[in-house]
Nanobody, 130 residues
């Protein structure tokens, strides 16, 4: 069974940092693209970071997090990370990771959260106080 388990969420003050982890099991991790999502304004799904199966491509198309959030992966540990810096109250949300076979979805499908067949984690809560 394919599983993803997020950890590292919690409460932090404005300006602080958190590093989320997402550990995979039940599938070959290093040939999967990974994405980090959150629920944005109005519960809209936002892709906050993406990292390809090779690790060669990382991106964050959400302007609100560009330059502050970075994805990385450790294939030996079957884990993808989300480093979040200079956090603001607007970053408060549930953060969820997802996995799909490399190139199964196009970039725009990740960007618009159209990856319904991906494997999804349960999410981890991040709360940023003023």
């Amino acid at each position: 069974e394919e599983k993803l388990m997020e950890s590292g969420g919690g409460s932090v003050q404005t300006g602080g940092s958190l590093r989320l982890s997402c550990t995979a099991s039940g599938f070959t991790f290093d040939d999967h693209d990974m994405g980090w999502f959150r629920q944005g304004t109005g519960n809209k799904c936002e892709l906050v970071a993406f990292i390809s199966g090779s690790g060669g491509t990382t991106s964050s198309d959400t302007a609100a997090v560009r330059g502050r959030f970075t994805a990385s992966r450790d294939d030996a540990a079957n884990t993808v990370y989300l480093q979040m810096d200079r956090l603001t109250p607007e970053d408060t949300s549930v953060y969820i990771c997802a996995a799909a076979p490399t190139d199964y979805y196009a970039d725009f499908e990740w960007r618009y959260c159209s990856v319904s067949s991906a494997t999804w984690g349960q999410g981890t809560q991040v709360t940023v106080s003023a």
